[in-house]
Nanobody, 124 residues
Framework: QVQVVESGGGLVQAGGSLRLSCAAS????????IGWFRQAPGKQRELVAT???????NYADFVEGRFTISRDNAKNTAYLQLNSLKPEDTAVYYC??????????????????WGQGTQVTVSS
């Protein structure tokens, strides 16, 4: 059974940092692409960052160099380092494991798995 569990969210002041983790089990993690998404209240879920199985990374324009995605295959875990946080970064952050990574884009498919999300709240 595949499980994806995010952690590391919390309440932080503007300008602060958080490190989100995405731990997966029941899956061959090292060959999977990973996407971090977020969903703010009343808004659609949006892609934040992606990392391929070969550690190629891509970021949404709004990231502006503030976030870093990484992975540790030995721990079956992906990370999203959030720096210089802004109130507009407030959202539930979700990890998706197993999407299709192609030419710098990440595509969801039926073989991908979602975690339950972790709340990030940035106060002004």
């Amino acid at each position: 059974q595949v499980q994806v569990v995010e952690s590391g969210g919390g309440l932080v002041q503007a300008g602060g940092s958080l490190r989100l983790s995405c731990a997966a089990s029941g899956i061959i993690f090292s060959i999977k692409a990973i996407g971090w998404f977020r969903q703010a209240p009343g808004k659609q879920r949006e892609l934040v960052a992606t990392i391929s199985s070969t550690e190629r990374t891509n970021y949404a324009d709004f990231v502006e160099g503030r976030f870093t995605i990484s992975r540790d295959n030995a721990k079956n875990t992906a990370y999203l380092q959030l720096n210089s946080l802004k109130p507009e970064d407030t959202a539930v952050y979700y990890c998706n494991v197993g999407g299709l990574y192609y030419s710098g884009s990440y595509f969801l498919n039926d073989d991908a798995y979602w975690g339950q999300g972790t709340q990030v709240t940035v106060s002004s």
